[in-house]
């Protein structure tokens, strides 16, 4: 049963970054100054779930003019480029991380405490290499680095990814990436634990998660310019739960580590 909006859609649709804001990115704004977008996405209704959801997201990015700085928006992260370099790109970031309700599809995941939402604060870099007679054609190294800034898990978890992206036509470019997610042990613990803390009346096993990579990913999407002042976006995020995570009953007993994010997307460009 899909239900119209809820926490792990919006973090998922388009997967700008993420996803849970960890999805990167069906589509990158670095080649457009000025551009806002909606995305209609599906997800996991939690993370390591089997039940699907989908929800309407929000992008966006604006260059100040006549450098390379530039504050963006994927989804539910907000992130401002400090840097007037062409290469490298660093900046402070801040992000909305949802929980887990008490409506998720799951009967038993269901049963269990509810995880609040909470504000994560961080920063990012990456560095960039373009073809100098086509900027279209571009390959991009990143990592992002965030910390539980509302108190929820207290914990910290770093992403890093790849993506490379190739100009096929007139109108289209096509993208592939790839990546991995680190989560410290407050932040395993908290979303992938079941403790008697959490367990509430669910009746699924107690289970410690510890630290390490919690996810490896793949992204795969591409971009059509229909005009001046439109373009669209697809794509697909294809991920594994790893480490501890994986062995979690959320995941394992109750849902899947095989996670699978897509959406489409259409934006308005100007300048």
Known sequence: MKKPFTKAAIAAALALVSLDASAQAFLELDTIPAIFGVGLGFAPDYKGSDDKTSAIAPFGRYT???TERYIQLNVTELSLNVLDNKGFRFGPVINYHFGRDDDVDDPLVRQMVPID???EAGVFGEIVWSDRGNPRNRFILGATLLWDAGGESDGFRARLNARYWQQVSRSIDLHIGAGLIYGDSKYNGHYFSVTPQNVGTSGLPLFNAGSGINEYFVTLGGVMYF??????????RISQIAGDPKDSPVVSQQGDKTQVIGGIGVGYMWR
């Open 64 to 66: 100040f003019q006549g």
């Open 227 to 236: 005009s001046r002042n439109w373009m669209g976006a697809a794509g697909v």
């Open 117 to 119: 939402g909470t504000v």
